[in-house]
């Protein structure tokens, strides 16, 4: 257990509809990853948050967005989904990013289905 | 596009034997990578990390080899297992972006 919780485990919607995922860091950790994963495709990074403020973004829709709340937990949200949009999305945190390179624990991700 | 990226989609190896999984990357002023193991229905699993001023770092059956001159770092497990069947992912520490390769599925022939 990496001590990254997801919510939930799995989602079945439709297309055009909109969605919250949320993630909770390990205890203590102050920055949050989000991850997309395609079949048979790696780990696209979207975005981090570090403390409540955005700090990176990676290829992130303009139809999804996100945020860390003062308590640190971060929700993604996805919206006007569409096909294409089906996929593993991971959660990953770290303590801090201060140190140039530190090593992810990751949650056990949302599967999202659009139907 | 990415710049980290691996040479084979799917290596298998006889059960007790070495694994060799490569992976090429782009930016030469990456200073940081990472491998994870992802095995099924589970998130990515921190296997083992090397900054660019080494060459070489071992862990527990596992040892991460970067080439700079060539833009090449490999994963070497020892005595595989058939716990060690996943898929191995090199990452980049880019721009302060964790950045992946698309993974190495290890399969474990008994």
């Known amino acids: 257990d990496s001590g990254v919780t997801q919510t939930p485990k799995h989602l079945i919607t439709a297309t055009g509809q909109r969605v919250t995922l949320r993630c909770s860091p390990r205890?203590?950790?102050?920055?949050v990853y989000w991850y997309q994963q395609s079949l048979d495709q790696g780990l696209q990074f979207l975005i981090q948050y570090y403390n409540g403020e955005e700090r990176a973004k990676g290829n992130i829709l303009e139809r999804f967005s996100a945020q860390q709340f003062p308590d640190l937990h971060s929700e993604l949200n996805l919206s006007s989904l569409e096909l294409g949009d089906s996929a593993l999305y991971f959660c990953?945190?770290?303590?801090?990013?201060?140190?140039?390179?530190?090593?992810?624990?990751f949650g056990s991700g949302t599967q999202l289905s659009v139907l | 596009g990415e710049s980290v990226g691996l040479h084979l989609p799917t290596l298998s190896v006889q059960e007790g034997d070495n694994s060799i999984i490569n992976c090429a990357y782009s930016n030469s002023a990456s200073d940081y990578f990472i491998w994870y193991k992802q095995e099924s229905g589970k998130g990515p699993q921190f296997i083992i990390d090397i900054r660019s001023n080494m060459d070489k770092r071992q862990g527990q059956r596992v040892t991460v080899l970067l080439n700079k001159t060539v833009k090449h770092l490999s994963l070497q497990i020892a005595a595989t297992q058939p716990g060690d069947s996943a898929v191995y992912f090199c990452?980049?520490?880019?721009?302060?972006?964790?950045?992946f390769g698309k993974g190495t599925r290890l399969h474990i022939l008994p």
């Open positions: 990452a980049e520490n880019e721009d302060d972006k964790i950045i």
């Open positions: 990953a945190s770290s303590p801090h990013p201060e140190t140039r390179g530190e090593k992810l624990f």
């Open positions: 205890s203590g950790d102050l920055s």
